[in-house]
């Protein structure tokens, strides 16, 4: 009998395809490939506590995007403003656990991306019908500008927007698949970003939809 492993060392060890967008942003190809139906399984367990929902900006628009959160911290919006809220204003509890496997991806793309000793806080799960959108926007929410983004794309795919950290410039169109993961920090960090609207498709595992998987660190914390 031939062990099936003789061969491996012959092998390249499968690399992580890292692009270069931004200053101080990558994108990982496929970093989330072989994870798929466990992040799924993962965002099912995490919706069926906190129900996705359309927010109403503070501007009193509704959202097209779903959203719900996990984590110490949620990312809410309503009326009075965006903010980061410990307990989900829907049920008043907290909101559900981070699972293991979100933490786990998100720590390995920061590192591989260079941003050691990333402890996300909250994630914030972004649901697209077709024809959902999210307009040009900047992150600023948060406390610890240091920390980077880790934003993970599942599903159908998106053309996504990102510009500098003014409105002026044209923002340049990148499109993300399915297990596409990237990593935004220090010069891109406040970047102008948004996805167009979702055009209509299937997808083998999650159908008619997109979702977006976005970890944060919005709590100012002391450097170590
Ligand atoms: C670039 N979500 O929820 S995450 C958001 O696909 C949001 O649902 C998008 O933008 C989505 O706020 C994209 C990617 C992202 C997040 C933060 C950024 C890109 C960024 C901050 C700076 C530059
Ligand atoms: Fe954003």
């Known amino acids: 009998m031939i062990p099936l492993d003789l ?5 390249p060890t499968t690399a ?12 990982l190809r496929a970093f989330a490939h072989g994870m798929d139906a466990a992040l799924l399984q ?11 929902r359309h927010m109403q900006t503070p501007g009193g628009f509704t959202m097209s995007v779903a959203t719900t959160s996990c984590g110490a911290l949620g990312w809410v919006s309503d009326v009075r403003g965006y903010r980061y809220a410990a307990h989900d204003p829907i049920s008043g509890v907290a909101w559900p656990t981070m699972p ?13 991306a260079g941003y050691a000793g990333f402890a996300p806080e909250s994630c914030l799960i972004n649901t697209y019908a077709p024809g959902a959108k999210l307009s ?11 920390a980077p ?3 993970v794309s599942l599903g159908l795919p998106a053309v996504f927007l990102f510009g500098s950290a003014t409105r ?16 935004w920090g220090g010069p891109s960090r406040l970047a102008f970003h948004g996805v167009m609207p979702l055009a209509d498709g299937h997808h083998p595992l999650l159908g008619r939809r997109r979702i977006n998987l976005t970890f944060r660190s919005p709590r100012l914390r002391p450097a170590p």
């Open 136 to 146: 040009l926007h900047q992150d600023k929410d948060e406390k610890d500008l240091a």
């Open 42 to 52: 993962a965002i099912e367990a995490v919706t069926a506590q906190a129900p996705l």
């Open 168 to 183: 002026k410039d044209r923002p340049r169109r990148l499109r993300l698949v399915h297990g596409d993961v990237v990593v």
């Open 100 to 112: 293991a496997c979100f933490l786990d991806l998100a720590q390995r793309a920061a590192q591989e």
């Open 149 to 151: 983004i880790v934003s």
């Open 16 to 27: 992580v395809v890292r692009e270069p967008i931004a200053p101080g942003a990558a994108l």
């Open 7 to 11: 061969f491996d060392s012959l092998l």
